[in-house]
């Protein structure tokens, strides 16, 4: 049984440009999370969907955005990506009630450059 | 807002001793806490959670966890600490009312010598 996978698994990128990254939840799971782990830091949320719809975000600006399909999946983008972007971007998934823990995928690492 | 905190960034403990982790929490209500671990170049692994009821909670690889109410902490702990423990430990906390968004602390590093 597939926990979460994320893709890719590393990328570089320029100031300015933009970038999706992408998570299959865990089997049965149908709650997406992502979390941004900046280098030394615990991670930080990001936003939460369900229901394809974003359910609750964190403190991020606009420049942050998602997605989720009608299988579960995600997507995060993030748009004019700064310097300040270049962390491991986490995603986790977990069934819809409030007490179920989170399973992680092993995140995506983003440099910007 | 809940927030936690891990005051010691690093831990040191020789192979088959004790080891803690600590933790301390700030929540309004009743709190759903959390340890995760963190190999290198891997995601968070669960390891244990407090929603409700005893306060000494056991988890994964003999790894516990003692629910303070009055002192708001939430200390990790294994009996005898093995080299394949050393790793990142994050504690994090939920608010019970919301949509399971989690709050981690900065992560504690866990160095166990042989």
């Known amino acids: 049984d597939a926990g979460v996978t994320q893709s890719p698994t590393h990328l570089i990128k320029t100031r300015g440009q933009q970038v999706t990254l992408r998570c299959s939840p865990k089997s049965g799971h149908d709650t997406v999370s992502w979390y941004q782990q900046a280098l030394g830091q615990g991670p930080q949320f990001i936003f939460q969907?369900?229901?394809?719809?974003?359910?609750q975000r964190g403190n991020f600006p606009d420049r942050f955005s998602g997605h989720q399909f009608p299988n579960y999946s995600s997507e995060l983008n993030v748009n004019a990506l700064l310097l300040g972007d270049s962390a491991l971007y986490l995603c986790?998934?977990?069934?819809?009630?409030?007490?179920?823990?989170?399973?992680f995928g092993a995140g995506s690492r983003l440099t910007v450059l | 807002a809940q927030s936690v905190a891990q005051p010691e960034d690093q831990v040191n403990v020789a192979e088959g001793n004790p080891l803690t982790v600590k933790c301390t929490y700030s929540?309004?209500?009743?709190?759903?806490l959390f340890w995760y671990v963190q190999y290198p170049n891997r995601g968070l692994q669960f390891l244990l959670k407090y929603i409700t009821g005893d306060n000494l909670v056991k988890g994964s690889y003999g790894f516990e966890a003692e629910f303070n109410k009055s002192q708001t902490s939430f200390h990790l702990k294994k009996p005898s600490a093995l080299v394949s423990d050393s790793a990142l430990y994050f504690c994090a906390v939920r608010d019970p009312k919301g949509f399971q968004k989690l709050v981690f602390g900065t992560g504690t590093r866990l160095l166990v010598s042989p």
């Open positions: 969907y369900y229901e394809e719809e974003e359910r």
């Open positions: 986790a998934s977990s069934g819809a009630s409030g007490a179920n823990v989170l399973t």
């Open positions: 929540v309004s209500g009743n709190p759903y």
